[in-house]
């Protein structure tokens, strides 16, 4: 009988453990996130509402201006340093049709510098970021539920990133696929 409670216990945590994978289409509103950077695969999700649990691991959260805009977020890290952000006018959000010039930046850490011992730092350094600017790039939905506060959709655009010395890089965000809870907007 413990054997199989044992066995049973252990298929239960392999399943509550399983991961989800962002680049999968799905319109459930699990908080996932995913799109190719370049040709490589950025992944963000999260489990349950904002914070999932200390430290902010691979967070997926979306974020209400007033009942006009709401902005998809995704951490990939504890700081906020490295994100990517959707910002929408709920009004342009439809199932029929394209925005062909969304709202979408990418932030990132590009320098730690050090600084003297009585000036504001973490980890010993000055934290600087940068963010992308945008080209071009299209935003799609494949749901809009707003009875059960569900918003799913896709995207791809490119963008120009400054980097450290000075020059820029351009960078392509392809195969974007996300899948949020965005609460009860009516």
């Not at 950025?42 to 349950?48: A, N």
């Not at 850490?109 to 934290?127: A, F, K, M, N, Q």
């Not at 490119?158 to 974007?176: L, M, R, T």
Request: negative net charge.
């Amino acid at each position: 009988m413990k054997q199989l409670l044992l066995f049973i216990s252990m298929i239960l945590l392999t399943i509550s453990c399983e991961k989800i994978d962002p680049f999968v289409e799905t319109d459930e509103g699990k908080n996932v996130l995913g799109f190719y950077l370049d040709g490589k695969k950025v992944s963000y999700q999260t489990s349950g509402g904002f914070p999932s649990e200390y430290p902010y691991e691979h967070c997926v959260y979306t974020k209400h201006f007033n009942t006009d805009s709401l902005e998809i977020i995704a951490l990939l890290d504890n700081y906020y340093y490295n994100e990517i952000s959707i910002k929408i006018a709920i009004s342009e959000i439809s199932t029929t049709h394209e925005i062909t010039d969304p709202d979408i930046t990418l932030t990132y850490i590009y320098r730690v510098t050090p600084l003297p011992p009585d000036e504001y730092s973490e980890g010993g350094g000055r934290i600087e970021r940068a963010y992308t600017i945008f080209k071009s790039g299209e935003l799609s939905f494949r749901k809009w539920d707003q009875q059960a506060g569900i918003l799913s959709g896709n995207f791809r655009f490119d963008c120009e990133a400054p980097q450290y010395d000075g020059s820029v890089k351009s960078v392509s965000v392809s195969g974007g696929n996300f899948d949020v809870k965005t609460g009860n907007i009516l």
